[in-house]
């Protein structure tokens, strides 16, 4: 028998001029493959780079999660209108649920709300995403600061909201307490609360006009037991100069109800202005604010906004028994606020301060089945003004926390 064949065969000059030229053939397709795998690679690392100068800790955009892959939107941005937009259902809402701080009137789900959707709301503005509230970032960018809500009971909520979204970033909340021990109630005067690992406090001071509430001067009218001195603002307001970040609003106690009907007028120096019109009553103290900022705030530190008249939805009684935001705007109830009317565009212009405009006005407009209704702890029978927390007042707070946001990202760029 002959020898019998071995794997490595002898090849002919043929054969091996068919193997080199598949062999030259298959190293031209791997070119391009290997050109796209260093692609692929390069593009990778770039992106996680890119990706690391946008979200790394404590940089000026780090909170700002994008939701562009979702709702093809950019992240907030100095040009976007974060008060135009519409409520979108979202279960990872609430951002808290039990907090102490949160008055026990204001505990809805507490005091037997069954309905608890109304917690589960976001504002999504019309032309960016807005930032998830972040608490250790908030609290970082505050070290060392105070923060103060000046203004009347829906101020007190906001503070309050406040207070409970910054408890997230504590781990050892038994360290947060009222700073004199005070009980939260509806009169308190004075609120604190301290955060003792980065030394912040937020503050509320009752202050439901901001401009001072006297005795009327000598020989006015007997109906006349007190007055509002438009021309000066609340005695505290020197303790409220020492904040770095200011929050104010006023609203609610401009009505005939809280003034005349009480017997409180208008005084504009030693003179009391019995036919003061309520419109231009509100336009006087609110220019006597912006000049007390002129004068008392440090432009170069102070932090200055106000926050616009929220609505109630007593119309009809509205709020009773709503479970949805409102989606139809023609559904809105007309605010016919005269404090809507321009009165605080025109004082911007006259601010040596920078401050901004939080206007929660229209988009708090949407939600009447925010309030508290009848799930209050012993307060009145229906309430269509106050609000649910957690709820609506979350919202004010992410968005104050977004335009803080935007004027670091601005004070950074301007290095």
């Known amino acids: 028998m002959g020898r019998m064949a071995v794997s490595s065969v002898a090849r002919s000059p043929r054969w091996r001029s068919t193997e080199g030229k598949m062999q030259r053939s298959m190293s031209m397709m791997s070119r391009p493959r290997i050109t796209f795998l260093i692609f692929l690679t390069t593009f990778v690392i770039l992106s996680l780079l ?16 994008s939701l562009g892959a979702t709702n093809g939107l950019p992240m907030l941005s100095p040009g976007c209108d974060l008060f135009t937009g519409s409520w979108v259902y979202d279960e990872s809402y609430p951002l808290y649920t039990n907090c102490s701080f949160a008055e026990p009137g204001f505990r809805c ?10 917690r589960s709301w976001r504002w999504q503005p019309r032309d960016c995403n807005m930032p998830r509230f972040n608490a250790r970032d908030m609290l970082t960018r505050l070290k060392d600061k105070r923060l103060a809500f000046i203004g009347d009971s829906m101020g007190r909520t906001q503070w309050e909201s406040l207070v409970c979204l910054l408890m997230a970033g504590v781990p050892d909340k038994s360290l947060i307490k009222e700073t004199g021990g005070r009980v939260i109630t509806k009169t308190a005067p004075y609120l604190a ?22 005795r009327p001067p000598r020989h006015s009218p007997k109906r006349a037991v007190a007055t509002l001195n438009l021309d000066q603002l609340e005695s505290i307001s020197n303790q409220w ?3 770095d970040v200011l929050v104010f609003n006023t609203g ?16 504009v120096g030693s003179s009391i202005r019995l036919g003061m019109k309520m419109e231009e009553a509100y336009r006087t103290a609110v220019a006597t604010w912006a000049a007390w900022v002129n004068e008392q705030l440090n432009p170069d530190v102070a ?14 009684k509205s709020c009773l ?12 109830q007309p605010l016919g606020q005269y404090m809507q009317s321009g009165v605080l565009d025109n004082i ?22 925010g309030h508290i209704f009848n799930y209050s702890r012993g307060g009145p029978p229906l309430d269509c003004a106050h609000w649910c927390l957690p709820g609506v007042p979350d919202i004010w707070n992410e968005q104050l926390y977004a335009l803080l946001l935007l004027r670091a990202s601005e004070k950074a760029t301007a290095k």
Do not use: M
């Open 50 to 65: 890119v990706l690391d100068s946008i979200f790394r800790p404590w940089s000026a955009f780090a909170p700002l999660v």
């Open 109 to 118: 789900a507490e005091n037997g709300r069954a309905d608890l959707q109304y």
């Open 193 to 214: 609360v301290r955060f003792p690992g980065f030394n912040v406090t937020v503050e509320y001071y009752r202050s439901p006009w901001l401009v001072r509430l006297g």
């Open 241 to 243: 100069q020492r904040a």
């Open 252 to 267: 609610h106690w401009w009505t005939s109800t809280k003034t005349y009907r009480s017997g409180c007028y208008f005084q």
């Open 303 to 316: 932090q200055v906004f106000f926050r616009s008249f929220e609505p109630s939805h007593w119309y009809r």
């Open 321 to 332: 028994n709503s479970t949805f935001p409102i989606t139809n705007e023609t559904h809105l």
């Open 348 to 369: 911007w212009d006259t601010l040596h301060v920078r401050a901004t405009l939080l206007n929660i006005t229209r988009l708090s407009s949407f939600r009447p089945d």
